[in-house]
Each structure stands twice: as C-alpha cells, then as structure tokens.
RNA sequence: GGGGAGGUGGCAGAGCGGUCAAUCGCAGCAGGCUGUAAACCUGCCGCCCUUGUGGCUACGGAGGUUCGAACCCUCCCCUCCCCA
C-alpha cells in the first residue's frame, strides 16, 4: 500500500536537497513549503489561487476539523479533499501543536490528550490512535503522528520527559497506522455531533450507530523528532523515531520562542541523523530567512502561519525586506508591494490602495495581502529548488539574506 | 421676539469641588505575529524633557467664591431644539 507515496532524492548543494513527494494526489517538488489550511481552507485564499500562487500541498489540522465539522462527516462527504474541493496533496497536523497552542484547555495524561473544547467547552480526550483513525477518516496525504508539542523554555527533564512521551505516542501511532494499513481497517462509532462523551469512554467502536470505514490507503504517515533545545534528547527522539520507522521524519517543538541560532542548530544536528532516502519536516517554520537556512540544513518541507497570518495583519514580504502596510509612509506610495513579484496584487495594486484597504479594514486587503505573501513564499521556494538544482545555492542564500533581512523598506 | 438644552483633548462622549492631563469608544502613530481559538494582540496618543511617584499649559472667553474649580456664581461669546 506504500507504493502510492515516495519520496525521490534528485540532488543535493551542500546539505541542501533537490526531490520530489508522490502522494496519491500528487507529486510535491521538494523543498516545499507547504500554506496552512487549519480549517480546510487558506484562510482569506480560494484554493485557485493557492495553486496557481505554486502551492503543490496544503495542511490540515486534525483537531480543528475533528471538533468541526468533524471526521465523520468529512469522511461522509468522501474524505477532506472531495468536501474541500482541493484534488491535491494534503498533510494534517495531528493536533500536537494545540497541545501546545491551547495548553491551558487541556491535560495530559499516558493515555492521551485531554482537551476541552474551544468551540463550546466539551471535552475530548485525543489519544495517539485517535489521531491517527481521524487522519485516516479525513484521508490526507501525509498523516503526523500525535506529539507534545512542548513549550519553550522548558527545563531539560521537562523537556526529557515530554520526549519519552512523544515516542511512545510515536510508537503507539505507528502501530495503529500499520494496523489500519494492514486491511485490519475497522469501523469506528460515528459519534453524534452533541456527543460531549469522552473519546476513552467510547471504547466500543462496534457500538451502534452508523459506521464509517477507517482505512488509510496510500496515506503517508511522519515521526516527529522532539527533545526541545537538548541536543542530546534530540539524538535519542531520532533514533527512537527512526528505529520505529516512518515514511518521513519531522523535527518539531521548534520556533516555538528559543533564539534562531539555538533553533538552526538543533535543526542542523538533528537532520543529520535521519534518512537519507525520506523527507524531512521542519514543522511551523518559518520566517522567509528560516526557510532559507533550514533548507541549508538539509531540511525538505515547511508550513507555516506566517505568510498567511502576517498578510491578514498587514505585513507583507518582499524581495527587499518586510513593509508594514498600516505605517503612514505608504500613504501616497504608488509602488507595488514588492517590484520583483508578478502576483496579481503587485500587477494590478499600489501600496496607497492596498494601505487604504487594510485601513478600512475591507476584506479583500487580507486577501490581497494573503495572496501576495502566498506568493513570495511559494516563490522563494521555487528560486531555493532552482538554486540547489543548478548548484549555486550558497551564492543565492547570501544574497537573499542580505537583501530580505532587512528589516523594513525605505520609501 | 419667547422658552429650553448645551459648549471637555482629531471625532464622539463621560466627568459635575480635591484621588483629572481628564473613563470608554473611534480615528491616528508604532510594534508584534513561526505544525492558526489571530481580518488578531500590545504600546503610545495636550506640550516639554534626562519618559518620571518629572515640568508646563489646559475642559468656549473674562472675572469671582474657595486652601483647592472642568465641576459653584456673574457677565460675555457661540451652537442646537421648540414656540412665534
């Protein structure tokens, strides 16, 4: 069943690789960043645009859709890509970063992930094999492992002990997946859209109801290497990771607030101790420059809120640094955002419009804005996969770096 | 002409003897955002400065009462509403 997702090396710069994802709903070219759809949309982007910004795969988020509309009736709908009308590839998160993210709404336990509701305060307690039923329901591409997303800073047992657990949630997903993957798909309880009964109490999935079938072909599924700023628990979570054995490997619990440095070198440590022959995942990253760095580091895919979220908040990047689009100086700037981009919003807008928009707090700056930052990530990847195929990444990095780390544009 | 209401920082609008340089909101200025509870959040927003339990000038104007007034009194100026 694996043959519908490989991953292929085409060449390497340095550290830096050249490859290629087939999933069952296509082929990604890697390095790849990958646009959030939390929700199963790109917030303020038509899946039209995402595309044709270059966008090859989109995220999901398993916790977001399980609580609404909910896996079953996305499986109902014929899975997350028919419901969503995006016939390409997808990745689901599996709901550790929100461990992270929502810490205060929820417990953890050996078991699984308690969390209260941030919709209407039901609880829910989302085990490792739940997470991995609900990816298989929704029918991504690529499914992650439930992990402790862990917070920054954290103490080295701290940071130790939510390692140990990520591992065995790690182990317990593999075996689930394997299960499921096997034939051994089961059907699951479908659960009533006011069930407020906890997932552990559900333990009868045969209990009546309607069934859903729980199946996961061609599904990929990621480990997640954690460990926090340890180096040391880092190179333990890989090696229990990779002995466990997963069609790619994530470096997570990164960019999460620890100094750029501390996070490159993790970053860079940690990638050296995964598989040659499979993808690597920096999860959550990051800024245009981490992308970048990381990419030199070895690292294969990306996702990240940033281009979408800072666009809905009126930053915007360029191929000259970043412009804050509320500040007065662009008042009467008739300029493109960005000369240097060809996205619709920098053929057809100025600056002073698109300020004006933003000000007037109109819709359609957030989705000028999302599809510009859309398009500058996507297009820095592509330049990045250009860079390393012709060899001559080293020369690209330094001159993106100089010029995009500026911190904001002179007008 | 008669009667009534009111004039507070860019707007709007509280305050109605001291704890007021003046609530809240909007507007404005700037910053933040990294596997999205985010079209969100934070700070500043009379003037000056070494930014502070700092200095100065202030609540239509001019006087007055008081230890002390945006708040009370007098006169003036100006708005708005109703009736002629």
Known sequence: MTSSFRFTLH??????R?????????????????????????????????????????????YHLFLRPGDELIARRGGLHAFI?????????????????????????????????????????????????????????????????????????????SMQLS??????????FTGLRAGRSRSAHVDGPSSTAWAGSRHDPTADGKDVQVSNPGQAQFGIVQGGVFQDLRDESA????????????????????????????????????PVDRPRYLMGAGTPEDLVESVARGIDMFDCVMPTRNARNGQLFTSEGRINIKNARYAEDDRPLDPACGCYTCRHHSRAYLRHLYLAGEMT???????HNLTFYLD???????????????????????????LSLDS
């Open 167 to 176: 591992l065995r949630w790690a182990r317990r997903c593999r075996e689930r």
């Open 380 to 406: 820095t990847m592509r330049r990045i996969r250009d860079a390393i195929a012709f060899r001559t990444f080293d020369t690209f990095r330094q001159g993106f770096l100089r010029s995009a780390s500026r």
């Open 85 to 161: 009308g995006w016939n390409r590839p997808i990745l689901t998160d599996s709901g550790g970063y929100q461990i992270f993210s929502l810490a205060a709404r929820r417990v953890i336990r050996e078991e699984g992930a308690e969390f209260q509701s941030h919709l209407d305060g039901s609880r829910h307690v989302l085990t490792p094999e739940r997470a991995v039923d609900i990816q298989a329901r929704l029918g991504s591409d690529v499914a992650m492992v439930l992990d402790e997303c862990l917070s920054y800073p954290a103490s080295r047992d701290d940071a130790a002990r």
């Open 365 to 371: 700056a957030g989705a000028l804005n999302t599809l």
């Open 239 to 274: 090696a229990g990771t990779v002995q466990t054995g997963f069609e790619g490997y994530a470096i997570g619990g990164l960019s999460v607030g620890e100094p750029v440095e501390v996070m490159y070198a993790i970053t860079e440590q940690t990638a050296r101790q995964l």
């Open 11 to 16: 060449g390497t710069d340095g550290a830096a």
């Open 18 to 62: 050249r490859g290629e994802l087939q999933t069952p709903h296509g082929v990604v070219q890697t390095p790849a960043f990958m646009p959030v759809g939390t929700q199963g949309t790109v917030k303020a982007a038509l899946h039209r645009d995402v595309r044709d910004a270059g966008a090859e795969i989109i995220l999901g988020n398993t």
